[in-house]
């Protein structure tokens, strides 16, 4: 049911107390990251980890970037984390899951986020 999902898809500390705090890319550990295939109450706390808004500059810039990934399934750090976050966001705001397929696409990209930060951090 719709109403038991919203309150974990919610945004800002004024809508939910365990609100997670802000990772720069720089501090983000492998231990940060869900596994691909996690359910989405923790992929979405994740993905409100990152502002896509504020990394892109504008909510078209970050729609731009997501749609990007979303094709290619591929990007820098910050892109990955943009569609992510933008992912939360469009789904927050139809007050709806992510379907399979992009479901399918969060499992890659978080798979490209672990990959990536494995390889820059020598695990």
């Known amino acids: 049911m719709i109403s038991d999902v919203r309150p974990h898809l919610s945004y800002g500390p004024q809508m939910n107390a365990d609100y997670p705090k802000k990772i720069m ?5 492998l231990a940060d990251v869900p596994e691909p295939g ?9 993905s409100l980890s990152f502002d896509g808004y504020e ?3 504008s909510f078209e810039a970050c729609a731009d970037i997501a749609y990007r990934v979303k094709i290619t399934k591929d990007g820098s750090l910050s892109d990955l ?14 007050g709806s899951l992510p379907d399979s397929d992009d479901m ?12 990536r930060l494995s390889s ?3 695990v």
């Open 25 to 29: 890319n720089r501090e983000l550990m």
């Open 38 to 46: 996690s359910g989405w109450n923790s992929i979405s706390r994740f």
């Open 55 to 57: 990394y892109a500059g």
């Open 81 to 94: 984390r943009t569609f992510l976050f933008f992912m939360q966001r469009s789904c927050n705001h139809v």
């Open 104 to 115: 399918q696409i969060v499992s890659l990209v978080l798979e490209k986020i672990i990959n």
């Open 120 to 122: 820059v951090r020598g």
